[in-house]
């Protein structure tokens, strides 16, 4: 690489950066473009050469200043700070996006090659297909806000295919003594007693960890002994019933005392929400022997044991914050016993036994043809 790297018209601002180049255009005119690696940037110099001979202009958006990713990736955590939810989890996710294209021209990005990245990391990392799909969006919103501002012309990231995705898996916690829910709930009371209240509330009110995190005081009516979250996944709002294990959870937490904000906070730093609980819950599950679980799947826990108990459908729906009664029937071949009943009531009207076939001129009907 070290002699490229002095290849004529190619070169780097910052030692181990990215690649430019300079060249002169029809118009005799002395231009530098952004261009990435030392092949792209060998390639680039070549066309805006060709293109220079025969004489043929530039296009308007090489007259102006170079646009970098970066440029427009910050442009687009301002616009989900403002107006997303999600926007600690895009800005965690921006950290990989900036790592390779940041200092990239953004308009010289093709939708191929970031379909590309992506692929490779999905594979090396073991992603799963949601994941690939959440940067497949973020980078989306990059692009889309980019030319909003008008600082590209195109979105490259709209050629990216979607992966479909399984949302039918149902993971929940074993009951019984020795069951998975009596091990994990044992090792986080003995190993991680200051997040016990964080998994029995999961555990008991079936929110998304967003929303479970996103809680405040503000939305707690203990009267009413409820809690009513304003904005969900669905965009809707969700009042959720607290039950006794929950409100004594939320009772031993040390922001009780206080009563307003968050009502989950970081343990180092306790004016801040929590973010994250991979340090504990992933240690607790190892801990535990419970494999192939996720903290979602406390979700799916919530609703599996209100099924398995006799919870209709349509009230687990309306628990859930589900839009629609299908988004619940995941749950239903949960609730075995209760079909076992519903086919026994065609046997009211009906014999015990079914009566046997009548011979014919003696020869038993089994045996006629």
Request: glycine share 6%; with cysteine.
């Given at each position: 690489?070290?002699?490229?790297?002095?290849?004529?018209?190619?070169?780097?601002?910052?030692?181990?950066?990215?690649?430019?180049?300079?060249?002169?255009?029809?118009?005799?005119?002395y231009?530098?473009?952004?261009?990435?690696?030392?092949?792209?940037?060998?390639?680039?110099?070549?066309?805006r050469?060709?293109?220079?001979?025969?004489?043929?202009?530039?296009?308007?958006?090489?007259?102006?200043?170079v646009?970098?990713?970066?440029?427009?990736a910050?442009?687009?955590l301002?616009?989900?700070?403002?107006?997303?939810?999600?926007?600690?989890?895009?800005?965690?996710?921006?950290?990989?996006?900036?790592?390779?294209?940041?200092?990239?021209?953004?308009?010289?990005?093709?939708?191929?090659?970031?379909?590309?990245?992506?692929?490779?990391?999905?594979?090396?990392?073991?992603?799963?297909?949601?994941?690939?799909?959440?940067?497949?969006s973020?980078?989306?919103?990059?692009?889309?806000?980019?030319?909003?501002?008008?600082?590209?012309?195109?979105?490259?990231?709209?050629?990216?295919?979607?992966?479909?995705?399984?949302?039918?898996?149902v993971?929940?916690?074993?009951?019984?003594?020795?069951?998975?829910?009596?091990?994990?709930?044992?090792?986080?009371?003995?190993?991680?007693?200051?997040?016990?209240?964080?998994?029995?509330?999961?555990?008991n009110?079936?929110?998304?960890?967003?929303?479970?995190?996103?809680?405040?005081?503000?939305?707690?009516?203990?009267?009413?002994?409820?809690?009513?979250?304003?904005?969900?996944k669905?965009?809707?709002?969700?009042h959720?019933?607290l039950?006794?294990?929950?409100?004594?959870?939320i009772?031993?937490?040390?922001?009780?005392?206080?009563?307003?904000?968050?009502?989950?906070r970081?343990?180092?730093?306790?004016?801040?929400?929590?973010?994250s609980?991979?340090?504990?819950?992933?240690?607790?599950?190892?801990?535990?022997?419970?494999?192939?679980?996720?903290?979602?799947?406390?979700?799916?826990?919530?609703?599996?044991?209100?099924?398995?108990?006799?919870?209709?459908?349509?009230?687990?729906?309306?628990?859930?914050?589900?839009?629609?009664?299908?988004?619940?029937?995941r749950?239903?071949?949960l609730?075995?016993?209760?079909?076992?009943?519903?086919?026994?009531?065609?046997?009211?009207?009906?014999?015990?036994?079914?009566p046997?076939?009548?011979?014919?001129?003696?020869?038993?009907?089994?045996?006629?043809?």
């Amino acid at each position: 690489m070290g002699e490229k790297t002095k290849a004529r018209g190619i070169f780097q601002k910052v030692e181990g950066g990215v690649f430019w180049i300079r060249y002169t255009d029809a118009s005799s005119r002395y231009r530098r473009e952004l261009a990435g690696t030392w092949s792209q940037a060998n390639k680039l110099l070549t066309k805006r050469r060709n293109e220079a001979l025969v004489g043929k202009k530039l296009p308007e958006s090489l007259r102006g200043r170079v646009v970098s990713f970066r440029e427009i990736a910050d442009d687009a955590l301002t616009f989900s700070k403002a107006n997303k939810r999600s926007y600690p989890d895009d800005a965690c996710r921006m950290k990989k996006l900036l790592e390779w294209f940041g200092d990239r021209q953004a308009d010289a990005i093709t939708g191929l090659e970031l379909e590309q990245r992506l692929n490779d990391v999905y594979a090396a990392e073991a992603w799963a297909a949601s994941t690939f799909n959440h940067y497949k969006s973020l980078l989306q919103m990059v692009y889309r806000e980019g030319r909003r501002s008008g600082k590209v012309t195109t979105n490259p990231a709209r050629d990216i295919r979607h992966r479909k995705e399984c949302n039918n898996r149902v993971r929940f916690l074993s009951r019984g003594e020795n069951g998975e829910y009596a091990r994990l709930a044992q090792v986080i009371r003995s190993k991680y007693p200051e997040h016990l209240a964080e998994f029995t509330f999961a555990l008991n009110t079936g929110l998304r960890l967003s929303s479970q995190y996103g809680a405040t005081y503000e939305m707690l009516d203990i009267g009413r002994s409820v809690l009513d979250v304003p904005r969900t996944k669905n965009d809707e709002p969700v009042h959720v019933p607290l039950n006794s294990e929950v409100l004594a959870a939320i009772h031993s937490l040390p922001s009780w005392e206080e009563r307003k904000g968050p009502i989950f906070r970081n343990q180092r730093h306790f004016q801040k929400p929590v973010l994250s609980n991979d340090h504990w819950f992933k240690p607790s599950l190892k801990a535990a022997g419970v494999g192939n679980f996720r903290w979602h799947d406390l979700r799916h826990t919530f609703a599996s044991w209100l099924v398995q108990d006799g919870v209709p459908l349509d009230r687990v729906s309306k628990l859930l914050g589900h839009k629609s009664l299908q988004m619940t029937m995941r749950y239903a071949h949960l609730a075995p016993n209760q079909l076992h009943d519903d086919v026994a009531l065609l046997t009211r009207n009906s014999t015990t036994v079914a009566p046997a076939p009548k011979p014919e001129n003696g020869v038993p009907a089994s045996y006629v043809n």
